[in-house]
């Protein structure tokens, strides 16, 4: 079975500081990892993925993630928050038919 | 690019009211989804459809109901709303011929059930 964790419900971070956000997966088949965001009011967006491969991953507006296989994670970073990456951020695993599964989502606030 | 289209944005229902949410792609996309988004609960997946007329569920069918008569379009149907069924709603499609399965959302409808 596949699910993923994300760590942090709410992170705040300073204009230009390093965004972290934190996602576990568990997953019995090697795993298909998304990170998608959603901005108010609108659906989501994919903001980067991974399959195999290079285990950095980078995606739109300056975001990369890192695949650890030994410690099953998939954190998305940015070194520096803007304003306009205020948002909710949503980790996701495939699993099978297709279907995926998301964490809880992680809201972050940039303060100015 | 893919467009993923809801019919409504915002919806005010009474309960009782027999709820239909639209959701059209212009992708050829076989694989559609729709999910309930609730805050600290994240995306739920209600149901899903691989292609016409055929429908899976997803972790929380109940009280829900769905319809695939073309392939472009993917309708959520609430037979008869309740208040727990204030949520947001999600529309998403995928296709076969893609490995990873990349999903594609619409807008979401902000559905409310007074």
């Known amino acids: 079975a596949q699910s993923v964790t994300q760590l942090g419900s709410h992170v705040s971070v300073s204009e230009g500081a390093l965004v972290l956000l934190r996602c576990n997966y568990s997953?019995?088949?090697?795993?298909?990892l998304f990170w998608y965001v959603q901005y108010p009011n609108q659906g989501l967006q994919l903001l980067l993925k991974?399959?195999?491969?290079?285990?950095l991953v980078k995606g739109i507006n300056g975001f990369e993630a890192e695949f650890k296989k030994s410690e099953t994670s998939f954190h998305l970073t940015k070194p520096s928050a803007h304003m306009s990456d205020a948002a909710e951020y949503f980790c996701a695993v495939r699993g099978s038919g297709n279907q995926f599964y998301f964490g809880t989502g992680t809201s972050l606030t940039v303060i100015p | 690019d893919v467009k993923v289209t809801q019919s409504s944005r915002y919806l005010v229902k009474r309960t009782g009211e027999k709820v239909f949410l639209e959701c059209v792609q212009d992708?050829?996309?076989?694989?559609m989804f729709w999910y309930r988004q609730d805050p600290g609960l994240g995306l739920r997946l209600i149901y899903f459809?691989?292609?016409?007329?055929?429908?899976e569920k997803g972790d929380i069918p109940e009280g829900y109901s769905v319809s695939r008569e073309k392939k472009e379009r993917f309708s959520l149907i609430l037979e008869s709303a309740s208040t727990n069924q204030t949520s947001m709603y999600l529309c998403?499609?995928?296709?076969?011929?893609?490995?990873?399965?990349?999903?594609?959302f619409g807008p979401g409808t902000r559905l409310t059930v007074t």
């Open positions: 998403a499609s995928s296709s076969l011929r893609d490995r990873l399965g990349e999903q594609y």
């Open positions: 997953s019995s088949v090697p795993p298909y």
């Open positions: 459809s691989y292609d016409v007329k055929m429908k």
């Open positions: 991974y399959t195999t491969g290079a285990t």
């Open positions: 992708m050829d996309h076989e694989n």
